[in-house]
């Protein structure tokens, strides 16, 4: 192939990657046009986020007691009743608030929240979570006063088992002919095996001799709410429970019955809390940066960028040129890769941007300078080109080192700086190890 065309196919190709990736690539969506391209996943600090304050519940429950002083269900003629807390004082203590917060993080990580925060007030277990604002939000909003609390309860509400009888709930799914099964796989441990067999052979089905429903039902709840009321059919004797929640053929539906499934999963596996919380707070907090304070800085990145093009294009020309279709190029990939890879954005990760596009400018000035020292030949470019490209890789692999320790870290607005490092210096090795080595290399006759 000429190579003024490759040169040519490679601009051209560049051109169309550098408006998918700051423009969009958009596609007919009913009445509207669609952009297929995944959003930027911002940080709570450029985009704002919920803050959600619980504290200690003071509500209180009816305790009743027969005549013998004898604690029972329900209120009897002689007996005696009393209003309690139902968070009694030997409950607030600094490990069950401790225990809550960690098991509100463990509920906000299954939830795959990327970013939150928590803080504990040790003296009156008050806890504050901020979170990002999306379509997960409210979710986790529940789940911060959830308890999460699991029973089976027969009709005159005497729980029968409850999570300490609980080793795993799982989400499972099976096709048949009328459809898929979204259920939850209830599995008991060893201690409780019995327990549940005895149940499912007590609590079974039966109809009278005029056809009517005799069954003894239990209830299973999830925080006293009831999922379902059931008897059972068989004897389950393995320990292991399973509660369907529907059936369709519809993969939107399937995926609602999943969702909803994997949520209850969550919810039980992580609870029971030891304390009951109720809602204090529940606000949107707006980022500190607004859209007018990010526009002087974008107006200076932007003056910058455009002088640096200027000192290519006069000092190099060609060269220069095309250095500068290849630079657009690199920001473009850097930008789509971020994209589909749902890297949250900090202001620390646009940090890194920034570097990664200041490193890759320097490169370019390097291999610049040294295709300037040697023949203007297409063997002499290669060699030069390649060495040039060598010693900068080498002198990149401890910042490279740095990124890739940064991609381990808990803490968010490292990690996005670190992973935007990461992949900047890997699209950076590769792209110009191809892309501007085919532009520059092309630049020149044989």
């Known amino acids: 192939m000429d190579r003024r065309l490759k040169i040519i196919l490679t601009i051209l190709v560049i051109i169309l990657i550098s408006i998918i990736s700051f423009v969009g690539l958009f596609i007919q969506d009913t009445k509207f046009m669609k952009n297929i391209l995944p959003e930027y996943q911002l940080g709570m600090d450029l985009r704002g986020c919920r803050a959600v304050t ?43 608030f401790e225990n809550t917060k960690n098991l509100i993080k463990q509920r906000l990580e299954d939830l795959n929240i990327s970013e939150y925060l928590i803080r504990l007030n040790e003296e009156d277990g008050t ?110 004797a393995n320990g292991n429970l399973q509660l369907t929640l529907g059936t369709s053929t519809d993969s939107s539906t399937i995926n609602s019955y999943i969702e909803q499934a994997s949520n209850i999963a969550i919810l039980v596996n992580n609870g029971p809390v030891p304390i009951t919380y109720t809602m204090e707070q529940n606000r949107f907090i707006k980022s500190d940066l607004s859209l007018e304070d990010a526009i002087i800085p974008a107006i200076v990145l932007g003056a910058i960028l455009v002088l640096a093009f200027l000192v290519l294009l006069i000092k190099y020309k060609k060269l220069g040129i095309l250095s500068i279709f290849s630079y657009i190029g690199y920001l473009a990939i850097l930008l789509v890769v971020i994209r589909y890879t749902n890297l949250v954005v900090t202001l620390e990760g646009i940090c890194g941007i920034i570097i990664m596009g200041i490193i890759n400018y320097i490169l370019l000035i390097y ?56 992949w900047g210096i890997l699209i950076m090795a590769l792209y110009n190890a191809w892309v501007t080595r085919l532009l520059f290399i092309n630049s020149v006759k044989e």
């Open 54 to 96: 619980i504290k200690v519940s003071e509500e209180t429950e009816t305790i009743y007691y027969d005549k013998d002083g004898n604690e029972v269900d329900t209120e009897t003629e002689d007996g005696t009743s009393k209003e309690v807390l139902i968070n009694s004082e030997e409950m607030l203590t600094k490990e069950n």
């Open 127 to 236: 806890i504050t979570v901020q979170i990002p604002e999306d379509d997960m939000t409210d979710l986790a909003v529940q789940f911060l006063q959830s308890q999460g609390k699991f029973t089976i309860e027969n009709e005159d509400g005497q729980v029968l088992l409850d999570n300490s009888n609980l080793e795993k709930v799982q989400v499972g799914y099976s096709n048949g002919t009328t459809g898929t099964t979204v259920y939850l796989s209830f599995k008991f441990n060893e201690n409780s095996i019995e327990k549940l067999k005895e149940i499912t052979n007590t609590y079974v089905e039966s109809k009278d001799e005029e056809g009517k429903d005799t069954s003894k039902k239990v209830s299973i709840n999830i925080d006293g709410s009831p999922l379902l009321e059931t008897s059972f059919s068989e004897e389950i």
């Open 367 to 422: 291999i610049l300078q040294q295709l300037k020292k040697t023949e203007k030949t297409r063997n002499e470019y290669k060699i030069v080109y390649n060495k040039s490209m060598l010693s900068m890789v080498l002198v990149l692999i401890p910042t490279l080192i740095i990124g890739i320790a940064l991609c381990f870290a808990l803490w968010l607005p490292a990690y996005s700086f670190g992973t935007i490092i990461f």
